[in-house]
């Protein structure tokens, strides 16, 4: 049955919002603040980008928290408050946390060559440089229409099913730029961390516990975490949690990752995640936003200085922590304004960011007029206009024999993502297909088998086959 649920708190405490943040540093209270105001118009306006019927856009959850209480939720399509929702993009960000905190019990170290870690890799680049997307990889990151020739989709649905997400980024031609000298955002960057952290763990089993054991469990968390057909945790992109988990890894942000008064995010990655990369600060590369301020696999609302570039996203605070996925997937935490945002989404492509700084103006007016709280942003601030031209991606196109890869392509997205939605998301087969199509223009012909926890498709006489193995590490596209 659809969901179309909408929660509005001006002041209140319910006990979801106690059950989310029974565990954060200070104890939540209804201490007292100014009289909500009449208007609504701030929810109006959010509600008009977030669920007002824009083309192409599917918002499938909406959480506003302030001060650790929760100001609003409204959830969509069938999801609710325990339906988990793919990360993609987000994932980095936290497959980071879960990294930095194998970093902090000595495993392994920022300044470690990580050729130590991934002896595939044959460049200079640091733990570090990877972390920032400056790997010194010449790595195509592409999702537009059917990106046969972008490594991301070689990465996650052809190539890499064969010889393993990390070992194909590792094998990417090396760019003539540094590691550490430029910016280009990579998908291959993020599963080359997890590959040097099992690497580093040592043992299979060890490192397929170790996100809950470091992380997940801390905070009280039951995500599915999927791996590749090497057993490599797919850093990138799947990470499953319910919007209100998703709420709880912003809300340790904005407690400067402290919870339950214990120090979950090391103190020294909590520094870097604030600080713009260096190679940001001197060189986004073409093809890659010239204006995201981005730090540990994650992004902030903090001014490019070396580029001249203000803070992105004037409607939030200078200090927010941005994790941005595909479609249209956002959290965003805030320390100093103790702000924690979540939107979930299903958007054909992404449609969305151009949409993006009017839901945050709408957000701060629903904070600071319907609820009548002090929420401090960023402003305008000048941008050089060299500096904020759009990225321009190369047209380079698709070789010729990529073109022979697009049914293969469909088949194995097909499976893998159908497989996840229906034994992760725990979604209706008719859901999934409705997922589905935002990602595809063609559909292969499905065949779940719920006895052995396979999703196979056929597209032509060939077929491609995903395995669930179990709420932890969800499904896996095979060979």
């Known amino acids: 049955m659809k969901s179309n649920r909408v929660s509005v708190r001006r002041g209140l405490v319910t006990f979801s919002a106690l059950a989310l943040f029974a565990c954060q540093t200070a104890p939540i209270t209804d201490g007292p603040r100014k009289p909500a105001s009449v208007s609504d118009e701030g929810k109006k306006a959010m509600e008009a980008v977030a669920f007002g019927g824009l083309d192409k856009i599917h918002t499938d959850a909406l959480l506003v928290y302030k001060d650790g209480k929760l100001l609003y939720s409204r959830y969509d399509?069938?999801?609710?408050?325990?339906?988990k929702h793919l990360s993609w993009s987000m994932g980095k960000s936290i497959s980071a946390l879960v990294a930095a905190r194998a970093v902090?019990?000595?495993?392994?170290?920022?300044?470690?060559?990580?050729s130590k870690w991934v002896p595939q890799y044959k460049g200079t680049a640091t733990l570090l440089d990877v972390f920032q997307m400056s790997s010194g990889l010449s790595f195509k990151?592409?999702?537009?229409?059917?990106?046969?020739?972008?490594?991301?989709?070689?990465?996650?649905?052809?190539?890499?099913?064969?010889?393993?997400?990390?070992?194909?980024?590792?094998?990417?031609?090396?760019?003539?730029?540094?590691?550490?000298?430029?910016?280009y955002y990579s998908s291959g960057d993020a599963n080359l961390i997890q590959e040097a952290v099992k690497n580093a763990i040592g043992d299979q089993k060890t490192y397929d516990a170790y996100p809950w054991t470091a992380f997940f469990d801390k905070l009280d968390i039951k995500a599915t975490f999927e791996q590749d057909v090497t057993g490599t945790f797919v850093g990138s992109s799947y990470i499953y949690m319910t919007a209100p988990e998703y709420a709880r890894i912003g809300q340790l942000v904005a407690n400067r990752g402290v919870w339950n008064k214990e120090q979950i995010i090391p103190t020294d990655y909590f520094?870097?995640?604030?600080?713009?990369?260096?190679?940001v600060m001197k060189n986004a590369l073409s093809g890659t936003s010239q204006t995201r301020a981005y730090s540990m696999q994650t992004t902030t609302n903090r001014p490019i200085t070396g580029r001249h570039i203000g803070s992105e996203y004037p409607d939030l605070p200078v200090d927010s922590i941005l994790m941005i996925g595909h479609q249209g997937q956002l959290v965003i935490a805030s320390p100093s304004q103790n702000l924690v945002i979540v939107r979930l989404a299903t958007d054909h492509g992404d449609p969305f960011n151009p949409h993006r700084q009017e839901l945050f103006a709408a957000i701060k007016k629903f904070v600071t007029e319907d609820n009548g709280l002090p929420l401090e942003t960023a402003g305008t601030q000048k941008e050089s206009d060299d500096a904020i031209k759009a990225a321009a991606l190369p047209k380079k196109g698709a070789k010729l024999w990529d073109y022979f890869k697009v049914p293969h392509l469909i088949r194995a997205l097909y499976a893998k993502e159908m497989c996840s939605c229906l034994y992760v998301e725990k979604r209706t087969n008719d859901e999934c297909k409705e997922d589905l199509k935002q990602s595809l223009p063609i559909l292969g012909i499905g065949i779940p088998n719920e006895k052995k926890g396979t999703f196979k498709a056929f597209l032509g006489l060939n077929g491609s086959k995903a395995k669930f193995h179990g709420d932890r590490l969800g499904c896996t596209l095979e060979k």
């Not at 399509?77 to 339906?83: C, H, L, N, P, S």
């Not at 902090?104 to 990580?114: C, I, M, P, S, T």
């Not at 996650?156 to 590792?170: K, R, S």
């Open 77 to 83: 399509r069938g999801y609710d408050e325990t339906k």
């Open 104 to 114: 902090n019990e000595g495993k392994l170290g920022y300044g470690d060559a990580l």
């Open 141 to 183: 990151e592409e999702y537009a229409g059917i990106p046969v020739d972008s490594d991301a989709t070689k990465m996650l649905y052809l190539d890499g099913i064969d010889v393993g997400m990390a070992p194909y980024t590792a094998t990417r031609k090396m760019r003539p730029e540094k590691p550490g000298e430029y910016f």
């Open 271 to 279: 520094e870097k995640l604030n600080e713009v990369a260096p190679g």
